[in-house]
């Protein structure tokens, strides 16, 4: 397996413009979490998901973030309108429980470094 | 919810030496916690991690010990080497691989020839 693959690795957008970012998690891992990290808040979690279903949305900061799982191998993360506070880098992770015959353990994509301008 | 500190926020040491990084969780419920390390430009690589159950663990250089009663955790790096130099992250959870990580903020670590 590739790993958690995230597109795209860099984006650049203007103030009000909608952004999208995309994951595919580990085939076979039935939790997915989208973390975000800053300078000055760390790394911080804003949702995960399992066997697609939202568990805990409460680290969505407004309701211009949404995330959808369409299916096991694909999440998005939109920002619609986008503003200069959101830059920062988006992190994917997937994870499952151990003995399930899959890569156990979170394990995170390379990021996708969002800036607004 | 879960609160984990970590300490310290930078670390230099002369190359060989040891390094030691340190973390408290506050949920007693916690049960299990990993250690990442992240290069610059990179997501958090798993490197090592501990579950409740176990008070010691050793990769290689790396160990991680656990004390339950303190609530406390250490990530040790022996015979450091220039390639250690990162950004290493604790965490901790209650549901090892189906819940949240907490993260602490973070050690830069840096590694001087």
């Known amino acids: 397996d590739a790993g958690v693959i995230q597109s795209p690795r860099h984006e650049v957008t203007e103030m009000g413009q909608e952004v999208t970012l995309r994951c595919k998690p580990i085939s076979g891992h039935d939790y997915l979490f989208w973390y975000r990290q800053t300078m000055m808040r760390g790394l911080e979690l804003l949702i995960y998901?399992?066997?697609?279903?939202?568990?805990?949305d409460s680290g969505m900061p407004e309701d211009r973030f949404s995330a959808k799982m369409p299916n096991a191998s694909f999440s998005t993360l939109k920002i619609q309108p986008s503003e200069p506070r959101d830059s920062a880098v988006y992190f994917c992770a997937s994870s499952s429980q151990p003995g399930t015959g899959v890569i156990y353990g979170y394990t995170f994509g390379s990021g996708t470094r969002l800036t607004v301008v | 919810g879960e609160n984990v500190e970590q300490h310290p926020s930078t670390l230099s040491v002369q190359e060989g030496d040891s390094a030691v990084i340190k973390c408290t969780y506050s949920?007693?419920?916690?049960?299990?916690f990993p250690w990442y390390k992240q290069e610059l430009g990179k997501g958090p690589q798993l490197i090592i991690d501990i579950r409740s159950n176990v008070g010691e663990k050793k990769d290689q250089r790396i160990a991680v010990t656990l004390n339950k009663t303190a609530k406390h955790f250490s990530l040790h790096i022996t015979e450091t080497q220039p390639e250690d130099s990162a950004v290493y992250f604790c965490a901790a959870t209650r549901n090892f691989g189906n819940e949240k990580l907490t993260f602490g903020t973070g050690t830069r670590l840096t590694i001087i020839p």
């Open positions: 949920d007693s419920a916690s049960n299990y």
């Open positions: 998901f399992n066997n697609n279903v939202p568990i805990d």
